[in-house]
């Protein structure tokens, strides 16, 4: 075995090890306790509103770990379930808590990846079902998860545009849904409750045995026969959960058949198998790689038609751009290669690629391994700033699909060129090798430190050899660790981690989700030139 395969073999171990802390919080107990309340795992309820035998393609597993909130260090997989499945052939947004994870209350990280979820649905035209069993928000950060746009209120705002837009919105309630939480009852297109299981309420008994005095009990309040039979806030009445999944799947069985934007040539197995990645891809983001092995790994038939192969050699070729076929699906693609810095040449090549691509109305795949646009008085004369510019001013206007993978270096200004969050692709995975951040560590140790040392002269206390390698130290090890697949996933900077054998079913999901809504006509701003 390769040294490289045996690494990223090592380092996906450690990635089924994170999410498996993801898919089971509270281990066997916490099934257990779901199994007394007659409740199944929320993933095997995913599974049976999803078509048999079909994908579920779940979001930001990594989500919530280490965030270090108020008593609660990690919110494994951010306490709620987020992923793109097929109901009745049709692509479909499921967002559901998981009550195992603090009765599925909303920390910050939790809304941030529902409405990370709910725009995906919304950008990508895809219905959504809420699988909702949730506490509302965790009271002890009210503050950082009640008020402001983007928190709360968002989810049921988002839902109502959503439903406006013709995006159905269904929810089945599977345990508590109280105070603002019971909007996402009531403000679906359709909701379903579940005898004795489901309760929604603006406020449970003990508030109004506060409020008003009156003594109730949960089912009497807003139990699921009140709701369908008496305040008409839900509409489907069911006995259990898999009577509950059933009438779900009935509500979307007469919806429109999506169609795909994209025309899908045959499929084509591609000329070597996936795993060919592991061998080919160096064990750190700053050695150099081959962008031409990689395409060859990932197109059908190995086939690819290369846009600028012989321009500007040693210069323009950092980044390779063309045109392949995955599973079926013309796509283009622009791909870091070699130590991944970008000339002007290069980021030329690239702006015009990516005009190329939008007036073919054909999507783009950014695999990105670059650690920067090209410093130093040659570049600057030269026009590194403005040809950067004018990329990142083609990525920013393009009206088609846009994809990032990331696959080494994520740093500086090459974030924004090869399409990173702030860019809005319709889909962003990182890899165990992704490193983003906005320099390495040992960039951001050297600018640091010389900051450090002229402050610490200024003050008439200079630095030590010895407090000058600790603190560079420090800051190499915060700025790797903070770039890593892990830390950003936990935040949401990524929409999944892929294995490398992920790869092609992720990126071709992912090109057929994104084209569901036609693509319009090309507009760009002023480039430079
Ligand atoms: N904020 C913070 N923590 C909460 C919470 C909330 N809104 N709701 C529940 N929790 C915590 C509990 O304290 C408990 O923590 P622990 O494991 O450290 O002991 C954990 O979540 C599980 O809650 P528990 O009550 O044991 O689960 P349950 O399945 O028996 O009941 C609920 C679930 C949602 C019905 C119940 O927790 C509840 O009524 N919560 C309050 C809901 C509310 O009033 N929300 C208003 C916010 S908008």
Not at 435 to 463: D, H, Q, Y
Request: aromatic residues 8%.
């Amino acid at each position: 075995m390769s040294e490289n395969r045996q690494h990223w073999l090592n380092e996906e171990l450690k990635l089924d090890e994170r999410v498996n802390e993801s898919l089971w919080p509270g281990g066997q107990k916490a099934v257990d306790r779901l199994a007394k309340q007659g409740k199944k795992p929320v993933r095997e309820l995913i599974e049976n509103v999803i078509d048999p035998g079909t994908m579920f393609f779940e979001l930001s597993r990594l989500a919530g770990f280490g965030m270090n909130y108020p008593g609660v260090e990690d919110v494994p997989c951010g306490g709620v379930v987020t992923g793109i499945g097929k109901i009745h052939g049709n692509w479909t947004m499921i967002i559901a808590n998981d009550p195992r994870v603090k009765a599925g209350t909303y920390f910050p990280i939790t809304l941030k990846k529902h409405l990370r979820a709910q725009a995906v649905a919304e950008e990508n035209g895809l219905s959504c079902v809420y699988i909702a069993d949730s506490g509302g928000a965790f009271l002890p950060m009210q503050v950082d998860v009640f008020p402001d746009d983007g928190h709360f209120g968002s989810m049921f705002y988002n839902m109502a545009r959503m439903s406006a837009k013709g995006l159905r919105q269904v929810t089945m309630s599977t345990g508590g849904n109280t105070a603002g939480g019971a909007y996402i009852v009531f403000m679906a297109c359709e909701s379903v409750m579940i005898d004795k299981m489901s309760y929604s309420f603006l406020g449970g008994p003990p508030l109004v045995k506060m409020a008003t005095g009156e003594v109730i009990s949960a089912e009497d309040l807003g139990g699921a026969r009140v709701h369908t039979h008496i305040s008409g806030g839900a509409d489907h009445f069911c006995k259990d959960q898999d009577e509950a999944i059933e009438r779900v799947r009935n509500i979307l069985s007469l919806e429109p058949v999506q169609k795909i934007h994209l025309h899908r040539y045959e499929e084509r197995p591609s000329i070597h198998p996936i795993e060919r990645l592991y061998d080919i891809l160096p064990t750190t983001g700053s050695q150099p790689i081959d962008a031409h092995a990689i395409i060859e790994t990932l197109a059908d038939d190995g086939v690819f038609h290369e846009y600028k192969k012989h321009y500007a050699p040693g210069r323009g070729d950092n980044l390779v751009t063309g045109k392949f076929r995955l599973k079926g699906f013309p796509t283009g693609v622009i791909v870091s290669n070699k130590i991944g810095v970008i000339f002007e040449e290069a980021a030329r090549k690239a702006a015009e690629w990516i005009v190329r691509c939008s007036h073919e109305k054909i999507p783009i795949i950014f695999l990105q391994g670059s650690p920067g646009y090209m410093v130093g008085s040659d570049a600057e004369h030269a026009g590194i700033g403005k040809y950067g510019s004018d990329m990142v001013r083609a990525v920013s206007c393009a009206q088609v699909p846009r994809i990032q993978l990331v696959i080494g270096q994520d740093n500086g200004a090459a974030n924004y060129g090869m399409c990173g969050r702030a860019y809005r692709p319709k889909f962003l995975f990182h890899t165990m090798r992704s490193r983003t951040s906005v320099m390495s560590g040992k960039s951001a140790g050297g600018v640091l430190l010389s900051i450090e040392e002229r402050k610490r002269e200024v003050s008439g206390n200079p630095m030590t050899d010895e407090e000058r390698s600790q603190f560079y130290a420090k800051m190499v090890e915060k700025y790797d660790g903070e770039a890593h697949p892990f830390y950003c996933g936990a935040r949401l900077l990524s929409d999944r981690v892929l294995k490398f054998t992920e790869i092609r079913d992720w990126l071709a999901m992912a090109l057929e989700v994104s084209h569901i809504r036609p693509v319009g006509e090309p507009s760009f701003g002023n480039f430079r030139f």
